[in-house]
């Protein structure tokens, strides 16, 4: 019995045996094939992992191919651009060193007719006549005026003041010594720069003195002359000198000496428009006392036609006495008239009473009648 149910146990033992060996084989198998699967699909992956590595590298090829070729032609482009700027910029550089020569050459020429003898005359005295043209009417001033009969010396411009008195104006600009000024500026040389301003105010001294001598006449001129200078700075260095020893003003030491005053362009017009404000006063006032002297014609004319107008009446007043009495005279002819014509009848009582008058009154009615 026994032994039996060990032959059963034994039976079970392999049949349990045989039942997971196949199964064991059925999980192998299985294995297998979903090895060989995943592999398939791995080699799957693979191969389409390399189809899009393919496409993206020639995508990456016909991109880089296409930037080559655009940035040749940008780079064509920008080179191109480049050498036309550049090239406009060397046209450009060498148009405007032409006119940094022919600006040169000009200011050669402006120097050149300044600092030459006047012959159709100066910048400054053109300066001077557009100043005085642009600020006065023509009548208040006359241009190149002799002021001595036995000299041949005519001063620039004269402005007419009241009775026909003249104020003379001559214009100066030595050039080349005011030039020696900035010269030395530029170079910082001090010396230099205080040996041209000296030259620079003896050379207005020797033109006030020439104004002095040749245009200065009383009465015929002002006691005074004008001496323009034609640019600001010009005149600042004048109004700035001092004589070394005496510390004196130039321009006070010129006024002082030679009856000269020096001006600028700014002191000029100004005293040129107060001329002028003073010549349209004086015409004002002229205006008014033209106008206060018909005012007083037309007063004596107004007394002399109210006199007469009083004489006429008076005139009127003896006609009209004359009327009355030959009013009177003709009403005592009437009243003899009628005692003739009718003897019977009384005499009428005189007619100018009361009485005399209806007496009268009543007649007339019956000639009337």
Known sequence: MESLILILLLISIIIIGLFLLYKLSKALKNFDIEKENKNEEINSLKEALNLQINSISSSLNTQMTNMSSSFNSLSKDVTRDMTQALTSVNEKVSAFNNQVENLNESQKGINQILAGVKKYGTLAEFSLGSLIKDLLPSSQYSSNVKMKEDTGENVEFAIKLQDGILVPVDSHFPVERFKAIQDAHQEDDKKAMADARTKLARAFKEKAKSVNEKYIVPPKTTDFAIVYAPTESLFLELANYQDPTTKELLTQEIMKKYKVTIMGPNNLSGYLQSLHMGFQSLRIKKHASEIYDHLKK????????????????????????????????????NRSIDSIKNPNEDDDPDPDSPSGASNYEQVDKRKVS
């Open 298 to 333: 037309i007063s004596t004319r107004f007394n002399m036609h109210f006199n007469n107008v009083l004489v006429l009446r008076k005139k009127l007043e003896e006609a009209m006495s004359v009327v009355d009495s030959f009013g009177k005279d003709a009403r005592a002819i």
